[in-house]
């Protein structure tokens, strides 16, 4: 299954023509220990941040679109795992790309 989601996300990157300079796995991440436990997880990172997990990893920095894609991204991986159990359970699947519209951040 981890290597499953690992395809959701990249065919989904791709359908949403996403510009993708990450990687999906980081053994020094919070899902690491799931991973390890073959509980499935994905690590998503859209491009390599150099404030990552150091001091200068403030709210300044964080970039709406990246934050906008990454959520938009999981939403519809969420809604391809559940058509893959609905087709398994010979029901309807959910149809159609989902994007959020709001780019704006929230005051802090």
């Given at each position: ?85 609905q ?12 994007e ?9």
């Amino acid at each position: 299954m981890i290597s499953k989601i690992t395809d959701i996300a990249e065919d989904n990157i791709k359908e949403l023509g996403y510009k993708y300079g990450g990687h999906f796995n980081s053994r020094l991440s919070d899902h690491a220990p799931f991973e390890a436990e073959g509980i499935p997880a994905v690590f998503i990172q859209f491009d390599k941040d150099p404030y990552y997990h150091t001091d200068e990893d403030t709210l300044d920095k964080i970039d709406p679109q990246n934050i906008k894609e990454t959520a938009t991204l999981v939403l519809n991986m969420l809604m391809d795992m559940n058509d893959t159990k609905q087709e398994k359970q010979n029901h309807k699947p959910l149809k159609g790309k989902v994007e959020f519209e709001n780019q704006q951040m929230p005051k802090m």
